[in-house]
């Protein structure tokens, strides 16, 4: 009983082995035959022309109706990973302006106090002649200088104050 299974195995592992190679060859022969490379590249060829005539197609219906192709989609996708990278250059540069100021701001308070009291000495000497207009520009003007941590706007302010006294 053994020796019928034994055998019938291995005329079946034989009859396998024997058509697999049988249909490879066949396979073989038919991808490298000519005749059959020539008719396969003209029906992908035509396959293509269909293809981007379908497309042209799709496209001008898309423009009818008055929605987005697949290109739009794509289109609108580049412009929002471009958005999302320069809102993130954005907060990059807020983030370190603001450590920036923070790091100056102790120093900007303490001349920002000085220039009050400078401002108000200047207006106090002339009040027939000042109005609220002008502190407010002189006051813009004096913080621009801050801003640009010029020395001698002090100096200045200094030499106008103590000319008064």
Do not use: C
């Not at 008719?39 to 008055?66: M, P």
């Not at 697949?70 to 996708?77: I, T």
């Amino acid at each position: 009983m053994d020796d019928v299974k034994r055998d019938i195995n291995k005329l079946i592992s034989t009859i396998g082995t024997t058509s697999e190679d049988y249909l490879n060859k066949k396979i073989k022969n038919w991808l490298t035959d000519p005749k059959t490379i020539k008719n396969t590249s003209k029906a992908i060829n035509l396959h293509s022309v269909q293809i981007k005539t379908l497309r042209d197609y799709i496209e001008l219906l898309a423009v009818q109706l008055n929605i987005p192709t697949k290109d739009d989609v794509a289109n609108v996708a580049k412009l929002a990973i471009q958005i999302e990278e320069k809102i993130d250059l954005l907060e990059e540069r807020l983030f370190r302006l603001t450590n920036e100021i923070d790091r100056k701001e102790p120093t900007y308070k303490f001349k920002s106090n000085a220039l009050e009291r400078n401002v108000d000495q200047l207006y106090s000497y002339n009040e027939s002649n000042k109005t609220e207009l002008d502190k407010r520009e002189m006051r813009r003007y004096i913080y621009k200088k801050l801003l640009t941590n010029n020395d001698e706007l002090y100096e200045i302010l200094d030499k106008v104050v103590n000319r008064r006294k």
